[in-house]
Protein backbone atom coordinates (compact mmCIF):
# COMPACT_ATOMS: atom_id res chain seq x y z
CA UNK A 1 0.00 0.00 0.00
CA UNK A 2 1.39 3.52 -0.34
CA UNK A 3 -0.04 7.02 1.14
CA UNK A 4 1.06 10.28 1.91
CA UNK A 5 2.44 11.59 5.43
CA UNK A 6 3.52 15.07 6.66
CA UNK A 7 6.48 15.62 8.55
CA UNK A 8 6.66 18.69 10.37
CA UNK A 9 10.07 20.26 11.05
CA UNK A 10 10.12 21.91 13.98
CA UNK A 11 11.80 25.42 13.12
CA UNK A 12 15.37 26.63 14.85
CA UNK A 13 16.43 29.65 15.31
CA UNK A 14 19.92 30.96 16.73
CA UNK A 15 19.24 34.44 18.32
CA UNK A 16 21.40 36.68 17.76
CA UNK A 17 21.36 38.97 21.40
CA UNK A 18 23.51 38.40 24.47
CA UNK A 19 20.97 39.48 26.57
CA UNK A 20 19.27 36.96 28.59
CA UNK A 21 15.76 38.97 29.21
CA UNK A 22 15.24 38.87 25.31
CA UNK A 23 16.45 35.89 25.05
CA UNK A 24 13.54 34.52 27.46
CA UNK A 25 10.91 36.44 25.62
CA UNK A 26 11.78 35.19 22.67
CA UNK A 27 11.84 32.13 23.53
CA UNK A 28 8.19 32.28 25.22
CA UNK A 29 6.70 34.13 22.41
CA UNK A 30 7.82 31.31 19.79
CA UNK A 31 6.88 28.41 22.25
CA UNK A 32 3.29 28.82 20.73
CA UNK A 33 4.58 28.21 17.02
CA UNK A 34 6.74 24.95 18.15
CA UNK A 35 9.44 27.27 16.90
CA UNK A 36 13.02 27.02 19.23
CA UNK A 37 15.28 29.53 20.27
CA UNK A 38 19.10 29.07 21.38
CA UNK A 39 21.44 31.59 21.71
CA UNK A 40 23.66 32.40 19.17
CA UNK A 41 26.94 30.60 20.54
CA UNK A 42 29.89 33.55 18.92
CA UNK A 43 27.11 36.58 19.89
CA UNK A 44 29.01 37.44 23.01
CA UNK A 45 32.80 36.33 21.68
CA UNK A 46 32.37 39.09 18.45
CA UNK A 47 32.67 42.85 18.04
CA UNK A 48 29.03 43.54 17.78
CA UNK A 49 28.06 45.42 14.30
CA UNK A 50 27.75 49.49 14.72
CA UNK A 51 24.34 49.90 15.31
CA UNK A 52 23.93 52.99 13.10
CA UNK A 53 20.82 52.94 11.47
CA UNK A 54 17.84 55.25 11.49
CA UNK A 55 15.03 52.85 12.31
CA UNK A 56 14.53 49.96 13.92
CA UNK A 57 14.48 47.84 10.98
CA UNK A 58 17.70 49.38 9.53
CA UNK A 59 19.82 48.26 13.11
CA UNK A 60 17.56 44.42 12.84
CA UNK A 61 18.73 43.75 9.22
CA UNK A 62 22.71 44.69 9.83
CA UNK A 63 22.58 42.47 13.05
CA UNK A 64 20.57 39.75 11.02
CA UNK A 65 23.45 39.75 8.22
CA UNK A 66 26.18 40.34 10.13
CA UNK A 67 25.67 37.47 12.34
CA UNK A 68 23.92 34.94 10.09
CA UNK A 69 27.68 35.07 8.19
CA UNK A 70 29.13 33.85 11.37
CA UNK A 71 26.89 30.73 11.33
CA UNK A 72 26.72 29.41 8.17
CA UNK A 73 23.65 27.51 7.12
CA UNK A 74 21.57 28.68 10.23
CA UNK A 75 18.43 30.39 10.86
CA UNK A 76 19.94 33.77 12.09
CA UNK A 77 17.09 35.80 14.14
CA UNK A 78 17.98 39.57 15.14
CA UNK A 79 15.90 42.17 16.49
CA UNK A 80 16.23 46.15 17.03
CA UNK A 81 13.43 47.09 19.41
CA UNK A 82 12.65 50.41 21.95
CA UNK A 83 10.36 52.90 23.50
CA UNK A 84 8.58 55.70 21.38
CA UNK A 85 7.42 58.39 24.05
CA UNK A 86 5.05 60.45 22.22
CA UNK A 87 5.77 63.26 23.77
CA UNK A 88 9.37 63.28 23.44
CA UNK A 89 8.71 63.16 19.62
CA UNK A 90 9.08 59.61 19.66
CA UNK A 91 12.16 59.41 21.78
CA UNK A 92 14.06 57.75 22.99
CA UNK A 93 13.27 55.06 19.87
CA UNK A 94 16.73 53.48 18.46
CA UNK A 95 18.62 55.37 20.81
CA UNK A 96 16.64 53.56 24.07
CA UNK A 97 19.36 51.76 24.87
CA UNK A 98 21.66 54.73 24.64
CA UNK A 99 19.34 56.89 26.27
CA UNK A 100 21.11 57.81 29.37
CA UNK A 101 24.14 57.71 27.48
CA UNK A 102 23.46 60.24 25.14
CA UNK A 103 22.73 62.65 27.72
CA UNK A 104 26.23 61.98 29.22
CA UNK A 105 25.52 59.82 31.59
CA UNK A 106 27.54 56.87 31.84
CA UNK A 107 29.20 54.19 34.13
CA UNK A 108 32.95 54.21 35.17
CA UNK A 109 34.90 51.06 33.79
CA UNK A 110 34.92 49.25 36.67
CA UNK A 111 31.29 49.33 37.80
CA UNK A 112 28.65 46.95 36.93
CA UNK A 113 26.40 48.02 33.71
CA UNK A 114 23.61 50.10 35.11
CA UNK A 115 22.68 51.47 31.51
CA UNK A 116 18.46 50.35 32.44
CA UNK A 117 18.64 52.35 35.52
CA UNK A 118 20.44 55.15 34.03
CA UNK A 119 18.14 55.27 31.18
CA UNK A 120 14.92 55.31 33.23
CA UNK A 121 16.11 57.94 35.47
CA UNK A 122 16.47 60.15 32.32
CA UNK A 123 13.03 59.06 31.04
CA UNK A 124 11.60 60.23 34.28
CA UNK A 125 13.34 63.56 34.28
CA UNK A 126 12.38 64.64 30.75
CA UNK A 127 8.21 63.60 32.08
CA UNK A 128 8.62 64.39 35.64
CA UNK A 129 5.85 67.65 34.25
CA UNK A 130 3.72 65.91 32.26
CA UNK A 131 0.81 64.90 33.37
CA UNK A 132 -0.24 60.91 33.45
CA UNK A 133 -3.14 60.79 31.02
CA UNK A 134 -0.05 62.69 28.24
CA UNK A 135 2.16 60.16 28.90
CA UNK A 136 1.43 57.79 26.02
CA UNK A 137 4.13 55.60 24.90
CA UNK A 138 4.40 52.37 22.96
CA UNK A 139 7.13 49.52 22.53
CA UNK A 140 8.23 48.79 19.30
CA UNK A 141 9.75 45.74 17.88
CA UNK A 142 11.16 44.34 14.61
CA UNK A 143 12.06 40.96 13.67
CA UNK A 144 14.88 39.97 10.82
CA UNK A 145 15.84 36.76 9.76
CA UNK A 146 18.72 35.67 7.58
CA UNK A 147 20.96 32.99 6.98
CA UNK A 148 24.46 33.05 5.16
CA UNK A 149 23.69 37.02 4.75
CA UNK A 150 20.68 37.08 2.89
CA UNK A 151 17.38 38.59 4.67
CA UNK A 152 14.69 35.75 4.42
CA UNK A 153 11.85 37.00 6.59
CA UNK A 154 10.75 40.40 8.59
CA UNK A 155 8.22 41.09 10.91
CA UNK A 156 7.34 44.50 13.25
CA UNK A 157 4.88 44.94 16.48
CA UNK A 158 4.17 47.28 18.84
CA UNK A 159 2.35 47.65 22.00
CA UNK A 160 0.71 50.74 22.82
CA UNK A 161 1.15 51.83 26.48
CA UNK A 162 1.26 54.33 29.52
CA UNK A 163 4.49 55.60 31.11
CA UNK A 164 4.31 55.15 34.83
CA UNK A 165 5.32 58.09 37.38
CA UNK A 166 7.60 55.51 38.93
CA UNK A 167 9.12 51.65 38.58
CA UNK A 168 6.68 49.03 39.32
CA UNK A 169 7.43 44.99 39.71
CA UNK A 170 10.72 43.21 39.26
CA UNK A 171 11.70 40.60 36.66
CA UNK A 172 12.04 43.11 34.00
CA UNK A 173 14.34 44.97 31.98
CA UNK A 174 15.19 47.95 29.74
CA UNK A 175 12.09 50.37 30.86
CA UNK A 176 9.48 47.36 31.37
CA UNK A 177 8.97 48.53 35.49
CA UNK A 178 7.95 52.01 34.02
CA UNK A 179 5.58 50.45 31.07
CA UNK A 180 2.19 49.52 31.56
CA UNK A 181 -0.33 48.66 28.22
CA UNK A 182 -3.56 50.75 28.48
CA UNK A 183 -6.00 47.87 28.17
CA UNK A 184 -4.62 46.77 31.64
CA UNK A 185 -6.33 48.58 34.07
CA UNK A 186 -7.46 48.49 37.32
CA UNK A 187 -7.74 45.00 39.41
CA UNK A 188 -6.37 43.34 36.96
CA UNK A 189 -3.27 45.60 36.14
CA UNK A 190 -2.18 45.38 39.89
CA UNK A 191 -2.66 41.83 40.00
CA UNK A 192 -0.19 41.77 37.73
CA UNK A 193 2.70 44.24 39.49
CA UNK A 194 2.05 42.45 42.64
CA UNK A 195 1.89 38.70 41.58
CA UNK A 196 4.04 39.07 38.35
CA UNK A 197 6.52 41.38 37.14
CA UNK A 198 6.81 43.91 34.32
CA UNK A 199 7.97 40.60 31.98
CA UNK A 200 4.43 39.51 32.19
CA UNK A 201 3.70 42.74 29.41
CA UNK A 202 7.33 42.79 28.11
CA UNK A 203 6.78 39.40 26.44
CA UNK A 204 3.52 41.01 24.52
CA UNK A 205 5.29 42.89 22.33
CA UNK A 206 7.21 39.93 21.29
CA UNK A 207 4.10 37.92 20.79
CA UNK A 208 2.52 40.55 18.29
CA UNK A 209 6.01 40.45 16.84
CA UNK A 210 6.70 37.24 16.46
CA UNK A 211 3.02 35.89 15.41
CA UNK A 212 3.25 36.94 11.94
CA UNK A 213 7.18 35.80 11.37
CA UNK A 214 6.23 32.85 12.72
CA UNK A 215 3.28 32.19 10.28
CA UNK A 216 4.90 32.89 7.34
CA UNK A 217 7.93 30.49 7.86
CA UNK A 218 8.80 27.71 5.65
CA UNK A 219 5.48 25.03 5.53
CA UNK A 220 6.12 21.51 6.37
CA UNK A 221 7.94 19.36 4.33
CA UNK A 222 5.69 16.60 3.02
CA UNK A 223 6.89 13.28 1.65
CA UNK A 224 5.81 10.23 0.12
CA UNK A 225 6.01 7.00 1.71
CA UNK A 226 5.88 3.99 -0.47
CA UNK A 227 5.40 0.40 1.25
CA UNK A 228 4.88 -3.02 -0.79
CA UNK A 229 3.28 -5.91 0.73
CA UNK A 230 1.98 -5.97 4.34
CA UNK A 231 4.51 -3.27 5.24
Not at 72 to 95: F, I, N, T
Not at 122 to 138: I, N, S
Not at 188 to 200: D, E, G, L, M, T
Request: with cysteine.
Amino acid sequence: MSGDYTLCMALRLLAATTSQGKLRDFRTAAHAYSVFIDPLPVADSVTAPEEDGETFLANATLKAVYYSRLAPGQLVLADDSGLEVDVLGGAPGVRSARFAADSGLVDSPDANDNSDVWNNIVLLQRLAKVPADQRTARYRCVLVAARDGEVLQSAEGAVDGLILEGPRGTGGFGYDPLFTCRRWSGRWRRSIWRQSSPSAIAGVRWRRCCRSCWRKRAPCRVRRKEANGGG
